[in-house]
């Protein structure tokens, strides 16, 4: 009941959602040839295409405001008055969130009439509304510029300030994406969009123009902190209008050569068929437009078993093996393409009910899917593949699904000259869930000399793995007109629900060190149950290989118990009856109000205030064990509460001044506060991870020789749960009774100036942190007082390895004990900022020989700092793969999306060949750093169990490293190694020490910074130079009524630069792991430890080999990408 109350009261309130503002807005002046303002003209707006009207009057002063206008154009709007001639102005064209000015001076009648003046298209830039940076696409744009995805994603990097899909260096998940105010966010967080991977959530065909902005000061505008991606759809008119297209990649559209090398593109398919249908229902009344879309992709996997290491010989023997004992099938093993699916509708309709309202109606459709290799999360070395060392069966791949239906109405009403309402609600019901061929079998990783060999059985996320969301949103704005301030009252609220199931490991993971370990693993287990009954007592290292007929030694392979041939175990298992989710529900409730003042013509001052409460609605069980423990710092955790109301105030203000008369400098800005949303699923991390409703185990060493494989998915989970639940392992995620949603300060200046057509742009943006969001787990035990001794300035905080709540409750795993292992909790810091500048240049060519030409160039620079990025949904994940030097201090580093320097060119042209034809050439160039990287130890530096979240320190000199690196894997001058009879340990050491000098000075990175600490993503890839290009040609048919009817053939061609040249085009990746991640050139060799006082000791990393063999010297930090090779896409488009 509690919930529906709240639900009932934010419905009641008229709240709005995270949606932002879709229309579009005319301002001005009336006066006469004194220049004194006339009060009670006609203002009337005309949308040509459909006879919309918007009417109002001129108020005190002259002016006149005319809002909740459709995107697009092009208008005609008439001025009139009693005694004066009629002035009109013709084609112009809005852009959304625009507010057009419009002066108008109107003559008496006896005096001669003025000519109609056409406007046209006016750059965006000078528009009294824009204050902050933003960008806006037209629909020229998306149909000129190229885009081989057809994806939104192509256009927004459009904006100088963007980094992949970050802006101003703040992560991707704070963005809001809205369509036609609808939220088409991954507000939960497990990926960055709706749909399923390598899809897109709604047609690009469906799309009219998309508004991304980084600073508006409107407060109207909110739900993010990094980038508000605002997109409006296409709407009938009073002609009908029609199209039907494919557009397709295919092997032969694809480059094989970047450098010396040569590839080999398997066989795939890439298309996408469409129709699309607008029109009049009731001309000037009704209209409708609808677009149908199906995509169906099948990728090549471009690692092939004539490619890896693995033998088809071992396969096959496996998957037999696996038949005879278990009847189960495995499924194939040399796949070569993988399926992506995706069907899309988008629909609506659009009523004028007078001329004073109204009203459209949006529905949006998507059934996707994508298929997955196995996850690379808690992968042995070198992933699971498919990959030159590796090579998975197709049972541990899986599919994602994503589903969603959304629908939005909004309805616009002039109430009267001076006052207008906007009101938007919506609805969407999303779907997400896996599934995978082959039935539910525990995943079991086999390696091959200590790294991935093959997988098979039900990838360990994905069982059970499905994700309901439904969000209820509404939005009402009321803007009233007071001489010249306009004042605009609003709330905002969305309603969502989350139902999550999420259970890592629970059909149990298994590792083995060969293929025969594992048999040997099983022949033992089936043989001990047939003789007992059941496992109770069970010990492998009673059993012989031989005999099974296995001969030679069982691999003891990775820190395992001798004979065991099993390196690992982990497994979650339910407390509850039946598979438990996690459900969370949250009213967010916004208020705001504001007030636009122009005191004149040539400038408007914004300040308004805004305060968000998100409240928690879900009850959680409590977890008395957990309760009851102290944690680090003395810190209590009850899980079953969520943080309470905290309202938070966004106060902005932005002004936009236009100081000469002939407006061609303007100068604009502002700063305030913006609040977002979290992902969802770091908040739902403390529904599910509660130690309430799953327990774990997590098996090495010596426990290991009692577990047997039975091929059975709870086998273990019965025989090792606990009697009393709450005497489980878990891990526990909580959120700080403090914790507030992410806010951010952000500051702006912008200097525009117009010049015969040139429009010249200077930017500034500055933001500070003021409620970021990381991990900190304060349930691992610090050694108080200690530091790694690592040769550096003593900064790296040191573990004893222990939870804080291990000698509390038992539990049998590894001899640990423990309600809680790690208990990482969700918290606020304000450490992190930016600051970026963008000098921009752009051009339309209307009129001259060069008309059809549009240019836009920019260079942004800057940096970006943050405590983490939060690249996990999982909060033990979120917290382990955060890089710092002090584990769990609020330490800044560098943002994944910081970027140094970005050079960002595009262009289109188009030639008319008469009346029959026109070629439309477009392109995008970019220069630009394709990713950021950190320099990580290889293992566990500081006693926190971790093996990929330790930066390195960086010796100054030799003489920091002695005491830490050691020679193994080394020789000596004489090529004799540890263990020789005349080895040389101290000229093996000098020759590690010499190859790790020679890696860092190599290195422009670590080479200016010896004696330091590296940063979170400090290292930055060499720049990259793309060119991509579209040309486009229509064959032209003149209709009798001027209408036309065109066929457009059109090829769209990503890194065109190695089209020209294998050598051009390419980029670099890293040489060791992957782009992006850690960059691991040191391995621990010795764990700090309270015994050793807490010295770490560390090599060099060496001994690499490629897939044959041969050795590989770590004496470099990039290689060229080899997937730098150019693609194209082939569309043929018929419309009229």
């Known amino acids: 009941m509690r919930k529906l109350a709240f639900l009932f009261l934010s419905l009641f309130a008229f709240c709005t959602a995270s949606a932002q503002v879709t229309t579009s807005s005319m301002s001005g002046r009336v006066a006469d040839t004194d220049g004194q303002p006339i009060i009670g003209a006609t203002i009337v707006a005309v949308h040509t295409p459909t006879g919309t009207q918007y009417a109002t009057a001129s108020t005190r002063n002259g002016q006149f405001n005319l809002g909740g206008m459709r995107v697009g154009g092009p208008y ?11 002035e009109k102005i013709e084609g112009i064209y809005l852009t959304i969130g625009e507010e057009a000015t419009l002066d108008f001076v109107l003559r008496e009648d006896s005096q001669s009439i003025g000519e109609v003046v056409v406007v046209g298209k006016a750059n965006p830039v000078f528009n009294a509304n824009r204050t902050g940076a933003q960008e806006v696409v037209t629909l020229e744009m998306m149909e000129k510029l190229p885009t081989t995805s057809r994806s939104l994603d192509e256009f927004v990097k459009l904006t100088p300030m963007s980094s992949g899909k970050n802006f101003a260096g703040t992560s991707y998940r704070f963005n809001n994406v809205t369509v036609d105010g609808a939220s088409f966010n991954n507000s939960f967080g497990l990926s960055s969009a709706l749909g399923a991977q390598g899809t897109e959530p709604i047609s690009l065909e469906s799309i009219e123009q998309v508004q991304v902005m980084i600073a508006p000061y409107d407060v109207r505008n909110g739900g993010f902190t990094g980038g508000g991606i605002n997109s409006v759809t296409k709407s009938g008119t009073n002609e009908w209008h029609a199209s039907a297209y494919m557009y397709t990649k295919s092997p032969e559209l694809q480059g094989r050569r970047v450098r010396d090398y040569v590839g080999q593109v398997s066989e795939f398919s890439n298309r996408q068929y469409g129709v699309s249908l607008s029109g009049p229902i009731v001309k000037n009344k009704l209209f409708f437009f609808v677009n149908g879309e199906l995509d169906r992709q099948d990728e090549p996997i471009s690692n092939r ?10 396969l096959d023997d496996l998957a037999k093996f696996l038949g005879d004992q278990f009847n189960y099938n495995p499924g194939g093993y040399d796949l070569s393409k993988t399926e992506t699916r995706a069907d899309r509708l988008t629909a609506r309709i659009d009523w004028n009910i007078n001329d004073r309202n109204t009203f459209s109606l949006k529905y949006y459709y998507l059934k996707s899917y994508n298929t997955n290799a196995p996850s690379t999360s808690g992968a042995p070395a070198n992933g699971r593949g498919p990959n030159a060392y590796a090579m998975p069966f197709s049972s541990s791949y899986y599919r994602t699904n ?26 969407s019901r999303l779907r997400d869930y896996r599934d995978m061929d082959g039935g539910f079998f525990p995943q079991v990783d086999i390696l091959k000399d200590g790294s991935s060999y093959t997988v098979f059985g039900t990838e360990a996320n994905s069982y059970n793995n499905q994700l309901d969301t439904d969000i209820f949103q509404i939005q009402d704005n009321f803007t009233m007109n007071y001489g010249r301030h306009q004042i605009t009252v609003g709330t905002q609220s969305d309603y969502r629900s989350f139902s999550n199931g999420f259970a890592q490991n629970y059909p149990g993971s298994w590792v083995f060190s060969s293929i025969d370990d594992f048999k040997f693993n099983v022949l033992a287990a089936k043989d001990y149950m047939a003789s007992h009954g059941n496992m109770t007592g069970f010990d492998i290292t009673k059993y012989d290989p031989s005999q099974f007929g296995l001969k030679g030694v069982v691999n003891g392979g990775l820190a395992n118990s001798a004979g065991t041939g099993q390196t690992h ?233 222990r939870y804080y709540a291990e000698n509390k409750t038992l539990n049998p795993m590894n001899g640990e004990n423990g309600a809680a292992s790690h208990v990482v909790m969700l918290r606020n810091t304000n450490k992190g900022y930016s600051f970026y500048t963008t000098l921009q240049i752009q051009k339309e060519f209307v009129q001259g020989p060069l008309r059809g030409l549009y240019l836009n160039g920019s260079y942004t620079m800057g940096t970006a700092r943050s405590v983490t990025d939060g690249t996990s949904s999982v909060a033990t994940s979120a917290w382990k793969y955060t890089q710092k030097v002090a584990v769990n201090s609020e330490e800044l580093g560098y943002s994944a999306g910081s970027f140094d320097g970005r050079l960002l060119l595009s262009a289109f042209y188009t030639a008319r060949w008469g009346k029959h034809g026109a070629t439309n050439f477009g392109l995008v160039y970019q220069r630009y750093r394709p990713f950021r990287f950190s320099y990580c130890y290889g ?105 036309e009817h065109k066929l457009r053939f059109s090829f769209n061609i990503d890194n065109f630069l190695n089209l020209l040249n294998r050598n051009w085009g390419v980029s670099y990746s890293q040489y060791l792991g992957t782009n992006g991640q850690q960059y691991q050139f040191l391995s621990v060799t010795q764990k700090p430890t309270a015994a050793n006082d807490y010295t770490l000791q560390y090599k060099m990393t060496n001994g690499l080999k490629d897939i044959y063999g041969n050795d590989i010297s770590l004496d470099r930090t990039y290689k060229p990408d080899i997937g730098s090779y150019w693609t194209m896409q082939f569309g043929i488009k018929y419309m009229f």
């Open 76 to 86: 005609d709007v008439e001025v009139s008055f009693i005694g004066c001639n009629t």
């Open 305 to 314: 078993l004539a490619d890896s290491r693995v033998s088809a010989a071992d």
């Open 402 to 427: 994503n589903d969603f239906n959304i629908v939005m109405a909004d309805w616009n009403s002039t109430i009267n000259d001076h006052m207008s309402n906007t009101l938007k609600v919506g609805y």
């Open 569 to 801: 175990y982990l497994q979650k298992y339910s407390l509850m009856e039946g598979f438990p989710f996690a459900e969370i529900d949250v009213l967010q409730l916004g208020f705001y109000v504001q007030d636009k003042w122009t005191p004149s013509n040539r400038f408007s001052l914004t300040f308004g205030l805004r305060v968000d409460m998100p409240i928690f609605m879900t009850d959680l069980p409590e977890n008395p064990r957990v309760a009851a423990e102290t944690y680090r710092d003395g810190i209590k955790v009850d899980v079953s509460k969520y943080p309470g109301v905290h309202p938070q105030f966004s106060p902005r203000v932005g002004f936009n001044w236009k100081p000469l008369e002939d407006g061609s400098l303007q100068l604009r800005g502002g700063t305030g506060l913006f609040t977002g949303t979290p992902p969802y699923v770091w908040i739902s991390n403390q529904a599910g991870n509660n130690g309430v409703l799953f327990g774990s185990i997590d098996m090495e060493g010596e426990a290991l020789k009692n577990l047997g494989f039975l091929g059975s998915i709870d086998q273990n989970a019965n025989m090792y749960k606990p009697a009393e639940a709450a005497y489980s392992r878990a891990e526990i995620a909580v959120t700080d009774p403090d914790f507030k949603y992410p806010s951010l300060w952000k500051s702006n200046l912008a200097l525009d100036y117009k010049w015969r057509g040139w429009v010249f742009t200077l930017e500034a943006l500055y933001t500070k942190d003021v409620n970021a969001i990381y991990h900190d787990n304060i349930g691992i035990e610090v050694a108080e007082g200690k530091y790694v001794n690592d040769g550096g300035q003593g900064q790296r905080t040191a573990f004893t390895g």
């Open 939 to 1043: 293992g566990d530096a500081n006693g926190d169990g971790q093996t990929a979240n330790d930066l390195i320190y960086v010796p100054a000199n030799r003489d920091e490293a002695v005491g830490h690196l050691v020679s193994d894997g080394f020789a000596d001058n004489n090529g004799n190694m540890a263990g020789d009879k005349d080895f040389d340990e101290a000229q093996a050491w000098e020759n590690a020490w010499q190859a790790m000098d020679k890696f860092i000075e190599q290195d422009a990175y670590l080479s200016k910074h010896r004696g330091e600490y590296t940063k979170r993503n400090g290292a930055v890839a060499p720049f990259a130079n793309q060119l991509d290009l579209s040309i486009s040609h229509d064959i032209i048919v003149p209709q009798r009524n001027g209408r």
